[in-house]
Each structure stands twice: as structure tokens, then as C-alpha cells.
């Protein structure tokens, strides 16, 4: 039994999507898949050794990786008129983080491209994504850019709200705004690729029918969360565009990544690949 590496990062929807795959709730196609844990930006660098068959990666960190690894048809997390969103501890404008300090949750996360597009001029400083917060209240940037369930927390811990930056992108482009994906390693034979595809994309399809089973397995990543708001920040990132990008989740990928490209902030991509299930 060929044995595939699933990385990917310990948050409740990353676990939600990929629970049912790993625990063999679903058929896995003669696959065994062994779940490796580490937060997104750690995973994107290991993406550039290609050290696993089969990783989450920001999207953002998919430009600098398109040689050695497609995406798949399913895992995606879009933010559809939601996303990362700036904080500070008093209003701020845009304007006003021109040539600031924001901290970043990483160098390659698809929350640093989606702020460098929003304000080109702001200074990025990267730290640990569970340490953005802290950096701004402490006074070493003076705004942050918050991922996972710091997104639905932010107002309980006092901060402002500066622009949700899901809610910009959609604003400009009317599509939703594409953070992560499931990257698959280009070596491996497309016949083992396509049955990957096919495992995953049921995966996601079983944790959406068997919600209650795979959210209560989520919940031990929720990080303190409440199950309602687990229940809700799961719902934000799982969903009809995990199950499939479709047209226009394919194409809010060729435009982050063209935009970037074209702001010199990522490597242009020639042309996006997406590996579909065996059968679909």
C-alpha cells in the first residue's frame, strides 16, 4: 500500500476537510495517507523543498512552488467577501499605514499578498501567525494582519477593525478572495494523483454530510473557540469551493496570482494546473 503524506495545518477547518481521509472513513483507493501537522507558513517553505507529496500552501506560496507541485481540484479555503482582516488598536485609514509598520503572518501566506495589493507602501514585519496580535498591542507595529480564529475574536480583545481584506478583494474584483489550496507533488504518476484527488475531494464531500462527526474532531483544534464560533469559522472555509474551485474559484486564483505578478510581488505563473479525481 503506497503511503502519501498529507500536510497540513493544525486548524479546525484544515482538520474538518481532511478528517475522513485520514482515518479511512472513506475509500482510499488502495492509499494510505499519514497526516503531518505544521503551520502554513512552515509548510510553505517546506513546499519549496518539495518535502510532501501532497500539502496545504497559501496561495500566495503557490507561485514560487507551480513547477513542482499542481493543485487539486478540492481543499481550497476561499474567503467569499471575507478573509484575513487588518486590526489596530484606534481606527486607521489606509492612507495612514502608508510607510507603518503591520505585522504579517508570514512571508509567503496569502494574507501578506492580499495586504501588499491593498497598501503597497505598508512596511511588512512577519511573525508567527498566534503573535500578530500581541505585536500590535504591545506597540511594535501599529496594525497586524489576522488569520484563522483571530478573525473571530479580534473585537473581543478590543481591536479595530481596519479593512477586512476578503471584503476589498470582492469589492474590486467580485470574486471571492483565494487563501489556500492542496498542492500534489508533479513527480508522482498522474494515476496515483487522480486517485489522491478522488480521496480528498470525498473527504471534503463526507465532513460536509457527517458535520456534527467531523466538527466535533475539528474542535480539538479550535484553539480555544467556542464550539458556535468553531462551528462558524469552519463553515467560512469549508465549503462548495472545498468540495471544487468550479470556474470562478479557478479564476479568482489566475487573478490573485496575476495581480501579484503584475504589482512584482510573485513570479508570473504561466498557466494554473488542477488534478481532478479519477472519477468526478
Excluded at 486517485?195 to 483544534?221: C, K, N, T, Y
Aim: hydrophobic share 45%; aromatic share 8%.
Amino acid at each position: 500500500m503506497e503511503t502519501i503524506r498529507v500536510a497540513h495545518s493544525p486548524d479546525a477547518d484544515d482538520a474538518f476537510m481532511h478528517y475522513a481521509a485520514v482515518q479511512g472513513l472513506v475509500d482510499t483507493r488502495g492509499l494510505r495517507f499519514e497526516e503531518v501537522l505544521a503551520d502554513i507558513e512552515t509548510l510553505n517553505q517546506a513546499a519549496r523543498e518539495g518535502r510532501y507529496e501532497v500539502t496545504a500552501i497559501s496561495i500566495h506560496a503557490y507561485a514560487y512552488v507551480a513547477d513542482r507541485y499542481a493543485l487539486l481540484s478540492s481543499g481550497a479555503s476561499m474567503g467569499d467577501g471575507y478573509g484575513p482582516v487588518v486590526i489596530a488598536q484606534k481606527p486607521l485609514t489606509r492612507s495612514e499605514l502608508r510607510g507603518q509598520p503591520v505585522a504579517t503572518p508570514g512571508r509567503w501566506t496569502s494574507a501578506r499578498l492580499a495586504l501588499n495589493l491593498w497598501q503597497p507602501e505598508a512596511q511588512c514585519v512577519d511573525v508567527p501567525f498566534d503573535q500578530v496580535a500581541a505585536a500590535v498591542r504591545g506597540g511594535r507595529v501599529v496594525a497586524g494582519v489576522l488569520i484563522h480564529e483571530g478573525q473571530l475574536t479580534y473585537r473581543d480583545e478590543g481591536f479595530q477593525l481596519v479593512v477586512d481584506l476578503g471584503a476589498w478583494w470582492q469589492q474590486e474584483t467580485g470574486l471571492p478572495l483565494p487563501l489556500g489550496g492542496n498542492a500534489i507533488r508533479r513527480d508522482l504518476p498522474r494515476e496515483v494523483a487522480r486517485r489522491v484527488a478522488a480521496v480528498l475531494w470525498d473527504s471534503v464531500r463526507w465532513g460536509l454530510e457527517h458535520r456534527p462527526q467531523a466538527l466535533a474532531h475539528a474542535l480539538s483544534f479550535a484553539r480555544g473557540l467556542s464550539q458556535e464560533k468553531a462551528d462558524r469559522f469552519v463553515g467560512m472555509y469549508v465549503n462548495r469551493w472545498t468540495l471544487d474551485y468550479g470556474p470562478q474559484g479557478r479564476e479568482a486564483v489566475r487573478r490573485f496570482l496575476e495581480e501579484g505578478a503584475r504589482a512584482g510581488l510573485v513570479p508570473a505563473v504561466p498557466a494554473l494546473e488542477f488534478v481532478y479525481p479519477e472519477e468526478t
